[in-house]
Every structure is written in structure tokens, then in C-alpha cells.
């Protein structure tokens, strides 16, 4: 048993380098076109930026770095940071591990999800993280309205 299990570690080692010149990358007009069918507004704002419109919101989607990774972002701009304790950021961030809210340097209240690229990740991995991306933007709309309720 034990020299079976040294061959397949073996055998895996052998082509976990392989594995990731096999992933996908998404380039970022595959995701344009993706979004678009689905009805949504995009537009292209550069080499690896695109802004998404979604009811009241504008999504930036950036794709960075060598592998691919895919970084949203949404402005909160309805809800005034000056009103937003860090108590209620802190809250909501140690309740959601797939996403941050912050206050950014213009006192904007900011929403953000990354994918990191590296494994690789489907057009359909895309499409289902902007969906996430969507419910967590409602979720933290919520949090906040029970917190002013509470």
C-alpha cells in the first residue's frame, strides 16, 4: 500500500506543473461578451478594466497580473461613509470570508471580491462570481439597514 501511494504522489508531482498551463484565462472580451448577453451595460475602460451597469451601481472588473486575476469592485455611493462605523465594516467583513467593504481614501463606502486567477477559471466561474458579486452588494445593503433598525 504504501509503494502505491509513493507512485501516485509521484505521478501527481510529475504533472501538477503541467496543470496550470492548462487552466483557462479569460481574456477580458470574453467576459464583455458574457455580461452583455446577459443584458447587462458594459464598457470597456482600458486594457484590463471594465465597468459594469448594474440597477444603481457600476461594477469595475479588473483583470491583473500574470494569471489572470479578477478583481470587482462597486461604489456604494448612496450610503455616506461618514455615517458607517468600522464596527458595522468590521461586522460584515468577519461574517463574509469572500469579500471586503471598506472606506477608501475618498470616504467612498467600497465593496470588494477578488478571484484568484492562478488554478485558472472559466468564463462560467466568472459569470457565477458576478452573480456572488450582485447578492453580496445586496447583502451588505441589508446588513446595513438591520444595523440602523437594530
Do not use: C
Not at 472606506?103 to 488554478?119: C, E, H, K, P, S
Amino acid at each position: 500500500m504504501r509503494g502505491f501511494l509513493a507512485v501516485a504522489v509521484v505521478i501527481v508531482m510529475a504533472f501538477a506543473p503541467l496543470s496550470s498551463a492548462f487552466a483557462a484565462k479569460v481574456s477580458k472580451d470574453e467576459i464583455e461578451q458574457k455580461l452583455s448577453t446577459q443584458g447587462y451595460a458594459v464598457q470597456d475602460m482600458g486594457p484590463n478594466t471594465l465597468f459594469v451597469r448594474v440597477a444603481n451601481y457600476d461594477v469595475r472588473i479588473d483583470i491583473q497580473g500574470p494569471d489572470g486575476d479578477i478583481s470587482y469592485r462597486a461604489w456604494l455611493f448612496e450610503v455616506d461613509g461618514k455615517n458607517v462605523s468600522y464596527k458595522v465594516l468590521n461586522q460584515f467583513n468577519n461574517d463574509v470570508k469572500f469579500g471586503r467593504v471598506y472606506i477608501d481614501q475618498d470616504g467612498d463606502v467600497t465593496l470588494q471580491m477578488d478571484r484568484n486567477g492562478a488554478g485558472g477559471a472559466s468564463i462560467e466561474n466568472i459569470e457565477s462570481d458576478f452573480d456572488v458579486f450582485l447578492m453580496l452588494i445586496n447583502s451588505f445593503m441589508d446588513h446595513l439597514e438591520s444595523q440602523v433598525i437594530a
